[in-house]
């Protein structure tokens, strides 16, 4: 898993359903253009990720499942983001 800006986080079965949970209540602020519930919920994911994730030194990289916005990222911020592709899973061609 990786929060961008910040590095990337290894997180084991047991804790990735909670992940996935919080992320869900994220992509819903997102979809539905709610400022606070959107700041709320990724600052709930974010330290979901950091307490039960394990930061990975700068130069390992693996592939990541999910990519998360910065610490602090606005609604649109992440909205110009997934707009330009870096939300995406598919590879550039």
Avoid: C, W
């Avoid at 992320?23 to 519930?37: H, I, M, N, Q, Y």
């Avoid at 700041?39 to 030194?57: H, I, N, P």
């Avoid at 707009?83 to 550039?92: E, F, L, Q, S, Y």
Wanted: hydrophobic share 45%; net charge negative.
């Amino acid at each position: 898993m990786r929060v961008l800006e910040e590095g990337q986080y290894e997180i084991d079965d047991a804790n990735a359903e909670a992940v996935a949970r919080l992320d869900a209540v994220l992509d819903e602020a997102l979809r539905s253009g709610d400022e606070p519930t959107f700041a709320a919920a990724l600052a709930s994911v974010l330290d979901e990720v950091r307490s039960t994730g394990k930061l990975l030194d700068g130069t390992t990289i693996v592939p990541s499942d999910l990519a998360l916005p910065h610490p602090g990222a606005t609604l649109a911020e992440v909205e110009t983001l997934l707009a330009d592709g870096a939300g995406t899973a598919d590879p550039p061609r």
